[in-house]
């Protein structure tokens, strides 16, 4: 079990409690220790950061400045993407084709 608390200078923004529960498998009997170097690799690997328990304090700044989950969006014309100019302008064509049929033109 871990209880985490969220400050804000002296005052308590929030507290929540977590529980783990461990099941009977047999990835989890091969190592009872941290892999440390395989944690360090991933980081390494992936842009991250591994912590030890004593630079935990520099969790909440890395954090803040990551940027992780920051999408960009990009805007297309539609002269762009062929596949979708192409489809309006066959739509645009069927439709004055088929009104010509008609003798709506």
């Known amino acids: 079990m871990a209880e985490v608390v969220v400050r804000q200078g002296q005052q308590e923004a929030g507290r929540d ?7 009977e498998g047999v990835a989890e009997n091969f190592r009872i220790t941290q892999n440390r170097e395989l944690l360090e690799k991933l980081a390494e690997q992936t842009g991250g950061h591994y912590y030890t328990a004593n630079r935990t304090s520099r969790l909440v700044e890395d954090i803040a400045y990551s940027e992780a989950g920051i999408t960009t ?4 014309d539609l002269w762009d993407m062929p596949v979708l100019f192409l489809a309006a302008l066959l739509l645009r064509a069927s439709e004055w084709m088929l009104r010509r049929k008609w003798g709506a033109v």
């Open 73 to 76: 969006r990009e805007t297309k």
């Open 17 to 23: 409690v977590l529980v783990f529960r461990r099941e």
